[in-house]
């Protein structure tokens, strides 16, 4: 059985960075597109970026494109969230998830494609 677990979340000034971290066990990830999505209060949970199983595809949501990069080292069962340029908006708890998939080049923002989840980890972005 698949566990995610994210971690790097923190307090940031505007404008700072952070890096977050997603690490798998129980399984490799080989087969395993994942997920970045976050929830702040009172609104709904957010796709914001996912990367394919051979990372060759890529999406982010307009929200946090040409801020936030993710990237994956297969060998190390991690998934990792560089956000740069942060705002007080991106204030949200963030979580992994991942979908098991045979197509390498497939991703997805959408919850419902997901079927494992990590607990969270909070970012806050204020001065």
């Known amino acids: 059985q698949l566990q995610l677990v994210e971690s790097g979340g923190g307090l940031v000034q505007p404008g700072g960075s952070l890096r977050l971290s997603c690490a798998a066990s129980?399984?490799?990830?080989?087969?395993?597109?994942i997920g970045w999505f976050r929830q702040a209060p009172g609104k709904q949970r957010e796709g914001i970026s996912c990367?394919?199983?051979?990372?060759?595809?890529?999406n982010y949501a307009d929200s946090v494109k040409g801020r936030f990069t993710i990237s994956r080292d297969n060998a190390k069962k991690t998934v990792y969230l560089q956000m740069n340029s942060l705002k007080p908006e991106d204030t949200a708890v963030y979580y992994c998830?991942?979908?098991?998939?045979?197509?390498?080049?497939?991703?997805?923002?959408?919850?419902?494609?997901?079927?494992?989840w990590g607990q969270g980890t909070q970012v806050t972005v204020s001065s």
């Open positions: 998830a991942a979908f098991k998939t045979a197509v390498p080049s497939i991703a997805s923002t959408q919850p419902s494609w997901y079927d494992y």
């Open positions: 990367i394919s199983v051979s990372g060759s595809s890529t």
């Open positions: 129980g399984s490799s990830l080989d087969y395993y597109a």
